[in-house]
């Protein structure tokens, strides 16, 4: 995920066949999907092609660019952003193909604080600079991710409409807290304060499909990135996603994963 945001001046930014939208300083917008995107003084200056743009390394994680010359300065600060647990892959194909948000000074909200925390950071260079502006950006994200769901316009019916849900949402970040632990639809239901089957029954309307099925799909999702990702044996993955049996594990990523997990393995599948 892209995350660019507007500290000092303003742009242009302009996603593949879509309208320019405006960002005057204090905007934050988040590609997704690392669609490929223009940022421009105004919707018809000329631009450059990013890797041909020089490049002045200040840190580890942490290069400055410096573009144009002779007209209004724009100080944008770009991250990109990794997001390593399977629920975020999920999120993500919901997203639209560009968030954009803008906050005002005279807002006071949590947008242009941590903005302006950025802002200052990325000027002043103080040691520890990289670390910070991480940290920030993280936020950043983490927030504007909330806004989104919070105020998204969707049916009904839905994950986004579930992660809405005071109850259903709760039990869906239970269930991604401990993915391992021995869940029933009753203990999951009691864990939430609901009866069994009210509980099922609107996860299921919800979600679009039974809790427990729900449940071993993550876990399946999880093993298959330990296993492209980790040389931990299938055992040890088996047991750390909550099966005591690595015969009953290889039969359950078989029926959800297409293929036993040794052939993941062994190939290399996506």
């Not at 743009?53 to 144009?68: K, S, T």
């Not at 997203?95 to 802002?119: A, K, M, R, Y």
């Not at 807290?177 to 309307?205: C, H, N, T, Y």
Request: proline share 4%.
């Amino acid at each position: 995920m892209m995350v660019e945001v507007v500290t000092s001046g303003h742009c242009w930014i302009e996603l593949e066949d879509q309208a320019p939208i405006f960002m005057p300083q204090g905007s934050l917008a988040l590609i997704p999907r690392g669609t490929r995107h223009k940022l421009r003084s105004s919707p018809k200056a000329e631009t450059e092609l990013l890797s041909d743009v020089p490049i002045e390394l200040v840190g580890d994680r942490f290069e400055i660019m410096r573009y144009g010359g002779g007209g209004a300065f724009t100080h944008i600060t770009y991250c990109g952003v990794r997001f390593d647990h399977v629920l975020a892959d999920r999120l993500i194909r919901l997203l639209p193909e560009i968030l954009h948000i803008h906050t005002l000074e005279e807002d006071g909200g949590w947008l242009h604080n941590t903005v302006q925390f950025i802002s200052r950071e990325a000027q002043q260079m103080l040691p520890g600079n990289e670390t910070v502006i991480t940290r920030l950006a993280d936020i950043l994200v983490i927030q504007a991710l909330r806004t989104w769901i919070e105020t998204t316009r969707e049916d009904e019916r839905g994950w986004i409409a579930a992660l809405r849900d005071k109850q259903i949402g709760k039990a869906l970040a239970t269930i991604h807290r401990q993915p391992e632990k021995d869940w029933s639809v009753a203990s999951l239901a009691k864990e939430i304060g609901m009866s069994r089957s009210g509980f099922s029954a609107r996860f299921s309307a919800l979600v679009g499909e039974p809790v427990l099925h729900y449940l071993t799909n993550l876990r399946m999702q999880l093993a298959h990135r330990q296993i492209l990702q980790t040389s931990d044996s299938l055992a040890k993955i088996a047991h750390r996603i909550g099966y005591n049996s690595e015969p009953a594990f290889n039969r359950a990523f078989k029926r959800v994963m297409g293929l036993p997990p040794g052939a993941v393995r062994k190939g290399g599948a996506g």
